[in-house]
């Protein structure tokens, strides 16, 4: 399946650089570029929909996480890759937090970036491994309890091992609706796989009730 993918950088020797990787790894995968946030907007609004965006946060125009949160409120359904020379786990919790599904750091290897765009095509979330990033793990309960009533019912059926797909034929919505519930999901659980997530909804279970005594 091919997919589109927009880059938003201003500096044209790394958007040359992430087109290529991208273009070796990903067969028939179709590249859009911008070096101005203000140029998002209209590219996304002139019949050229990305699957993804790759995203620069020192961007003209991007006024950094200001930037990215205005991207998330105004498409919400295109996920965001935040690609930064910032490296500091402070901007990566806080790009995760403001809306990004992945950070990945421009020093990275270029096998990190494709792996962060699959992994969150899939819907989950990427993180670099740095020292220092750790995230807040209140109990399992205090989690869920953030989640929406269309949130709980993906991740109930996250936790029964079925399909976006599936997840989106029972609730009547788009599949593209439930991959942004599971995006939004993972990131208030503080997990970033579908498997972590499930696990985490195996402790909210409760215990089938013992049969009555036989008398």
């Known amino acids: 399946m091919s997919h589109r993918i927009l880059i938003a950088d201003d500096h044209p020797l790394m958007r040359t650089a992430l087109a290529q990787t991208i273009g070796q790894a990903m067969?028939?995968?179709?590249?859009?570029?911008?070096?101005?946030?203000?140029?998002?907007k209209?590219?996304?609004?002139?019949?050229?929909?990305?699957?993804i965006i790759l995203l620069d946060l020192h961007m003209p125009g991007m006024s950094g996480l200001i930037g990215l949160m205005m991207l998330r409120a105004e498409?919400?359904?295109?996920?965001?890759?935040?690609?930064?020379?910032?490296?500091?786990?402070?901007?990566?919790?806080?790009?995760i937090d403001y809306g990004a599904s992945g950070f990945v750091p421009k020093s990275a290897p270029n096998t990190q970036i494709i792996e962060a765009i699959h992994a969150v095509l899939d819907g989950e979330l990427w993180l670099p491994e740095l020292r220092g990033l750790?995230?807040?793990a209140?109990?399992?309960?205090?989690?869920?309890?953030?989640l929406t009533p269309q949130q709980l019912r993906v991740l109930a059926g996250i936790a029964e091992g079925k399909l976006n797909k599936q997840i989106a034929y029972e609730m009547n919505v788009a599949e593209t609706t439930v991959k942004a519930h599971v995006t939004t999901i993972l990131r208030k659980l503080g997990v970033l796989t579908r498997t972590q997530a499930a696990v985490l909804a195996s402790q909210?279970?409760?215990?089938?009730?013992?049969?009555?005594?036989v008398e």
Do not use: K, W
């Open 138 to 146: 209140p109990d399992p309960a205090q989690r869920a309890a953030t």
């Open 204 to 213: 909210l279970a409760l215990a089938p009730a013992p049969p009555p005594p």
């Open 75 to 95: 498409h919400p359904a295109i996920p965001v890759i935040v690609v930064s020379a910032s490296e500091d786990p402070v901007t990566v919790q806080r790009s």
């Open 134 to 136: 750790e995230a807040d």
């Open 42 to 51: 209209p590219m996304l609004e002139s019949g050229e929909a990305a699957d």
């Open 27 to 40: 067969a028939g995968a179709e590249i859009l570029e911008v070096s101005r946030f203000d140029q998002i």
